[in-house]
C-alpha cells in the first residue's frame, strides 16, 4: 500500500478537520504529493497539491483561503488542514501523487490512496 489516508469523520457545519496521508518512502521522495475530492454525483475535484520538489503548491482558488496542504517528510506524511468547513465540503478525499516529475495538471497523478470520508452537516 502506496497511499493510506486518515483523518475523516463527520463534522459541524464551520469546523475543523486535518486529513494525513501516509506515503511509502519512494513517494514522499518525488515530493509531489496532492489531494483530490469527490462529492457525490459530482466529478473528482483537485483540491491541492505540491507541484515541484522546491514545495510550491497549487490551490482550486476558492478553497484556498480555507484549506491548508502541508508535508512532514520525516513522518512520509502529507496534511490537509481544513477549516470553516460547509455542507458543500461533505466529499471522498482522496490522497494524490505524481512520481517522475513535476506536478503540473491535476491529470498527471500517478499514485492515489483509497479515500477517506468527510461529511460536513
Known amino acids: 500500500v502506496q497511499l493510506v489516508e486518515s483523518g475523516g469523520g463527520s463534522v459541524q457545519v464551520g469546523g475543523s478537520r486535518r486529513l494525513s496521508c501516509a506515503a511509502s518512502?519512494?513517494?514522499?521522495?518525488?515530493?509531489?504529493l496532492g489531494w483530490f475530492r469527490q462529492a457525490p454525483g459530482k466529478e473528482r475535484e483537485g483540491v491541492a497539491r505540491?507541484?515541484?520538489?522546491?514545495?510550491?503548491?497549487v490551490y482550486d482558488t476558492p478553497l484556498s483561503r480555507r484549506f491548508t496542504i502541508s508535508q512532514d517528510n520525516h513522518k512520509n506524511t502529507v496534511y490537509l488542514q481544513m477549516n470553516n468547513l460547509k455542507p458543500e465540503d461533505t466529499a471522498m478525499y482522496y490522497c494524490?501523487?505524481?512520481?517522475?516529475?513535476?506536478?503540473?495538471?491535476?491529470?498527471?497523478?500517478?499514485?492515489w490512496g483509497q479515500g477517506t470520508q468527510v461529511t460536513v452537516s
Open positions: 505540491f507541484y515541484s520538489p522546491g514545495g510550491s503548491t
Open positions: 494524490a501523487a505524481r512520481v517522475g516529475g513535476y506536478w503540473r495538471e491535476w491529470s498527471e497523478a500517478t499514485h
Open positions: 518512502t519512494y513517494i514522499v521522495n518525488s515530493k509531489c
